[in-house]
């Protein structure tokens, strides 16, 4: 803690007084179905004129809205939802490569779009996705990135 705000505490003058604490830049990337411009354009103008947003961008084909601002990522949900009477939720997918075992059961999704994999923060999910330290030792054995790997095949 620095000289300046020790100070600032001690003639603080708002006391009772309840600080708001300012809401973080936030990128919120939705999933909402939209098959024609009509939906395109009430899922834009349900979110565009929401308190702190700054940008709203639409990709049709992937079903997904991205929502920049200061705002909270449960509230333009909600409001979404709402606004357009659709299913709206949360981002569920995430690049194949960020995930260790895309194509695990849990992980992969054939309704996600081309390049993305079902999000695993379930802890059960990815247990499923681990290999044992058996199947590990016997994959390494005849890897081709081992150097010390079995040279027969």
């Known amino acids: 803690m620095g000289v300046l705000d020790h100070v600032s505490e001690m003639f603080d ?7 708001k ?12 179905k939209m098959d024609c411009e009509g939906c395109e354009r009430k899922v834009r103008r349900s ?10 961008t ?8 991205t929502v920049v601002g200061y705002v909270d990522p449960n509230k333009v ?4 939802a709402h606004r357009t009477g659709k299913k709206v939720e949360l981002w569920p ?4 490569d960020v ?42 054995a005849f890897s081709d990135e081992n150097p010390a790997a079995c040279v027969v095949m």
């Open 99 to 140: 995930v260790a075992h895309p194509y695990a059961a849990g992980v992969y999704d054939k309704k996600a779009p081309s390049g993305y994999v079902r999000r695993a923060d379930d802890p059960g999910v990815s247990q499923l996705a681990r290999a044992s330290s058996t199947e590990v030792r016997y994959t390494t």
């Open 77 to 80: 949900v909600a409001r979404m």
């Open 47 to 56: 979110v565009e004129g929401m308190k702190g947003v700054s940008s709203v």
């Open 13 to 19: 003058c708002s006391h009772g007084h309840k600080i």
């Open 21 to 32: 604490k300012r809401k973080q830049l936030q990128t919120v990337e939705i999933k909402v």
């Open 58 to 65: 639409l990709e049709p084909k992937a079903s997904k809205v």
């Open 93 to 96: 997918y995430v690049p194949y």
